[in-house]
């Protein structure tokens, strides 16, 4: 574990949020099976595993760490526990916590992201049961059933900046908009996706300038305002005609924005050269492959929406930091050679989505990314 992200947990301490040399920590034995350090400010005592995945944990750390791997890359709870043996009724225990840490860790490093492309789509799955067999109390509870994981993903840096687990409405289409707009920076990202109207309503609701129009007549009630969408504010779409379940015809449109706007950022674009939505589509099956949850014509589907929360959590991070991405590999001039000379040079390098994105500068261990210490709110500064 890496203890460089240690800090003293004593919100009274003046050390309090301080990670590195300027946390003042000193190792002060163990305690229950893991190290113990001691602030040399307040005297405080800090576990090394609190505030990361690894609390409260009675397994050894090496089978917690296989376990979780296992689930990150796509195995179900039950082979998990056949694999690690251990009960599955312990794995989904793991889930919860892991969860919770992995999207904490995603929003500290998911902020004031720069992105110029945007792509939206949503992946249907269905939670305890499919729709047509629900009872009319389980449809008005509306927490089972067809489920929809709303996602944006930028094809430049291959990463997926925020998703959200709901419905196929109007409202969750404007709270995953909102959700994205707070971990964008200023700059508005050239948006596509497919011809779901939701995303429309979405976009000038989250990035739309409230605008009152000017009285046309001298009596009667003044104009109410009415949200328009910025200059900078470009999105097109993507029309699929299909019959029998085939695509015959691809259409795009324009809807915010001009025709010549959206020549330019495709002009100014090293990867996408047409208004298409492949990267999004891709990364769909990314995350069948991470997940066991939304694969198809399995017994391995949630139960509860929550889980399903904390698992894509799991995946996303393990995805985002711990996977070399196969498109963002680095070519080294020259190669290097192994030490011995008779291997073949080492010609990539390995880069993941984070890495691309400038958050981090490595690729990360699964001990890295379980044990991470994410700094307290108070703390977070703009990057």
Not at 25 to 38: E, I, P, V
Not at 56 to 84: D, H, K, W, Y
Not at 265 to 285: F, M, P, Y
Request: proline share 6%; aromatic share 10%; glycine share 6%.
């Amino acid at each position: 574990m890496d203890l460089s992200t240690c800090y003293c947990r004593n919100r009274r301490c003046r050390r309090y949020g301080l990670t590195g040399t300027s946390a003042r920590l000193q190792f002060a034995g163990w305690h229950r099976g893991a190290r113990r350090l001691l602030c040399l400010e307040c005297r405080h005592w800090i576990s090394i595993r609190a505030g990361t995945a690894y609390a409260g944990i009675r397994i050894s750390e090496l089978t917690f760490r296989n376990g979780i791997r296992q689930l990150a890359e796509g195995a179900s709870i039950r082979t998990v526990s056949r694999n690690i043996e251990c009960d599955k009724d312990t794995v989904s225990h793991w889930l919860p916590r892991v969860g919770r840490h992995c999207l904490r860790l995603i929003e500290y490093f998911f902020r004031n992201l720069h992105l110029t492309e945007c792509q939206l789509d949503e992946l249907w799955m269905f939670v305890y049961k499919k729709e047509e067999h629900l009872t009319a109390f389980e449809k008005l509870a509306r927490r089972y059933g067809d489920t929809w994981i709303w996602t944006a993903f930028d094809p430049v840096h291959k990463l997926v900046p925020t998703w959200r687990v709901g419905k196929r409405t109007l409202t969750d289409a404007k709270l995953f908009a909102k959700a994205l707009k707070l971990r964008l920076d200023s700059h508005i990202p050239f948006f596509t996706s497919d011809d779901l109207p939701h995303y429309t309503t979405a976009l000038l609701d989250a990035y739309g300038i409230r605008v009152t129009p000017p009285r046309r007549f001298k009596r009667g009630r003044p104009p109410s305002p009415r949200l328009e969408p910025p200059p900078d504010l470009i999105y097109a779409v993507v029309i699929k005609e299909r019959e029998h379940g085939h695509v015959t015809q691809v259409t795009t449109q324009v809807i915010y924005g001009t025709e010549a706007q959206v020549a330019a950022c495709l002009h100014a674009s090293a990867i996408s050269k047409a208004i298409s939505t492949w990267g999004v589509e891709r990364n769909n099956l990314t995350i069948r492959q991470h997940s066991r949850r939304p694969t198809r014509r399995v017994n391995a589907f949630s139960k509860k929406r929550v889980y399903l929360k904390f698992q894509l959590a799991l995946a996303f991070a393990y995805y985002h930091f711990c996977c070399p991405h196969r498109g963002l590999r680095e070519k080294i001039e020259p190669p290097i050679p192994t030490k011995n000379g008779n291997g073949s040079p080492k010609r990539w390098r390995q880069v993941t989505p984070a890495m691309a994105a400038g958050l981090t500068d490595h690729v990360w261990t699964i001990d890295e990314l379980l044990g991470f210490h994410v700094p307290p709110r108070s703390t977070w500064k703009v990057q």
